[in-house]
């Protein structure tokens, strides 16, 4: 898609209509795998038998419906169990191509062809919440370096151009394109003006369902093996194929140009957009390391409400508390499902269609944190949370099992530490405020309590403390454009966030002297591990860490 229509044009398809085609693609291809079984088996019986026919059309109902119900769930466990469990090389691509062949020896069990039980294998390995880029770009890179190359190659083989040099067959193959265009173009264009689409829209429809690409040519393929096609029909209907997908770029891209964009529609283009870029939005799997303690309860609170929102599967790590009698948090699951559901709820009224199940998984923390956690950094968590008490030392600094946290898993965490209010009741509505500087940090900690205030109806405020170095009216401009960017981080989240300019002087004080006067019970602060053999995050948030009177949470990134 990239190299034949650009980015603007992938933007193009990322409208309504474009997703629109995208679906409608989907629903034709898989009613058309159906009729395909039924026409080919009648084809190469010569006769219709009525026994055969209705278990295949029954059987692939149930296939389907077993497969977008149950099959949504099985596919993700075996996705997670393989991922999790298995230490050989590429063990979740090869999980996923057994997944296909599995589907597509069901579908030829029922009389439908195998590319049926391949496509719906797609469908759901795309659904799952663990399918991380990296998993991705594995498969990705298997389909274009294997599997389409041995495709399009033996399609070639296959096809003989020189019979379009014969002018019967050159006709068959300009009247072949005209009817498949006027017939896919005219039902699209006609289905968009009957469901009160404008002309502009019907247009775009019309051009973009007309391309025939692999699904024509697969087709084809089926008829030329099993003899209903020559290779003379099946260089022609090829041919078509060609045509009519090197046709689609321009038609869809003049279609589209003269079709004005909707304001409900620039803004989501807008979000989606910047969930591209967003540090937050685009994490995976959360790593949940906690013992009984407030700070393990507060942390499991803060995570399940992100899982919750954003569909993320957790892992609970339970650790023993401080103590020669003290047992691991084994309420720890439970207390991620209940915030989750509190914030799947509220996305639900977003998305009524959205996955509303959540994955939450336990183990057992060994007495060696280092090797716990180690064990969990090769299987897609990319987010930790650390909720264990004390996080604060009491000779000064960070106790150590924050440091042996963050040396096994050396990609994001949030170090939680739960203080007054939520110290005593860690499940209580959330009142965040967040330092902001302008740098990555803060902005990816405004962006996780926008994502926690989304979830939870939290309030949210950033707070911009000039320190005594700062002068004039740079540091005033520039705290300007830091609050106007942290106010479309809060409407990318359909959040206010409120802004509060600190003053100048000591930033510790201000912070603190704001968290009261407001009455926030969270301080979220963006922070980037310092080098040396001691745990430090710099000046303010090891102050934080010893005077605040609030709770208080680190989000570590690099």
Do not use: C
């Amino acid at each position: 898609a990239d190299a034949m229509f650009g980015h603007d044009q992938i933007i193009f398809m990322r409208r309504n209509v474009g997703q629109l085609i995208v679906a409608s693609a989907v629903i034709d291809d898989t009613a058309g795998w159906v009729i395909i079984a039924i026409t080919l088996g009648i084809a190469t019986t010569g006769s219709v038998a009525l026994g055969p026919l209705v278990w295949t059309v029954a059987g692939t109902a149930v296939f389907l419906i077993l497969a977008f119900t149950v099959g949504r769930r099985a596919a993700f466990e075996l996705i997670r169990w393989t991922n999790d469990n298995l230490h050989s090389d590429l063990p979740v691509t090869t999980a996923i191509i057994g997944l296909m062949g599995v589907l597509a020896l069901i579908t030829a069990g029922i009389g439908v062809q195998t590319v049926l039980g391949a496509f719906i294998a797609g469908l759901l390995i795309g659904q799952s919440p663990i399918l991380t880029r990296q998993i991705d770009e594995q498969l990705r890179g298997l389909t274009t370096a294997l599997f389409m190359p041995v495709f399009f190659g033996l399609t070639g083989l296959h096809t003989d151009l020189r019979v379009l040099l014969d002018p019967t067959t050159a006709l068959l193959a300009v009247g072949l394109i005209i009817i498949a265009s006027l017939g896919k173009f005219g039902g699209a264009f006609l289905g968009a003006e009957l469901s009160g689409m404008s002309r502009a829209e019907a247009l775009a429809m019309g051009f973009g369902m007309n391309a025939r690409g692999s699904t024509e040519v697969i087709v084809a393929s089926i008829g030329l093996s099993v003899g209903v096609l020559d290779q003379r029909l099946f260089s022609v209907i090829v041919t078509m194929a060609i045509v009519t997908t090197l046709i689609m770029p321009p038609t869809l891209r003049w279609a589209l140009a003269r079709l004005p964009v909707k304001e409900e529609e620039k803004e989501r283009l807008e979000r989606e957009e910047f969930e591209e870029g967003s540090f937050v939005s685009n994490l995976e799997r959360i790593l949940l390391v906690v013992d009984p303690s407030a700070n393990g309860r507060l942390a499991s609170a803060l995570s399940g409400h992100l899982a919750g929102l954003r569909n993320m599967p957790v892992t609970v790590l339970e650790l023993k508390a401080e103590g020669p009698h003290a047992g691991p948090d084994e309420k720890a699951a439970e207390r991620v499902k209940a915030s989750s559901e509190e914030s799947i709820a509220v996305a639900q009224e977003v998305d009524e269609i959205r996955d509303n199940t959540i994955h939450v998984e336990t183990r057992i923390g060994s007495e060696d944190l280092h090797k716990s956690i180690v064990a969990e950094v090769d299987k897609g968590h990319d987010l930790l949370f650390l909720g264990t008490k004390p996080l604060a030392d009491n000779e000064g600094g960070y106790e150590a099992r924050a440091r042996i946290a963050l040396d096994a898993f050396q990609k994001s965490a949030v170090l939680v530490t739960a203080r007054g209010s939520l110290n005593r009741k860690p499940d209580a509505p959330l009142r965040i405020l967040v330092p902001v500087s302008g740098d990555n940090r803060s902005m990816r900690a405004i962006e996780l309590a926008g994502l926690l205030a989304k979830a939870t109806g939290a309030a949210v405020a950033a707070i911009y403390v000039q320190t005594a170095e700062d002068g004039g009216e740079r540091p005033r401009a520039s705290m300007e454009a830091i609050f106007e960017h942290v106010r479309e981080i809060g409407r990318h989240y359909d959040t206010e966030i409120r802004t509060v300019a600190g003053g100048r002087g000591n930033r510790e004080l201000a912070i603190l002297t704001q968290a009261r006067r407001g009455r926030y019970n969270l301080v979220m602060l963006g922070v980037a591990r310092r080098a040396g053999d001691t745990l430090s995050f710099g000046s303010l948030a090891d102050t934080l860490l010893e005077t605040s009177d609030r709770s208080l949470a680190l989000f570590v990134t690099s």
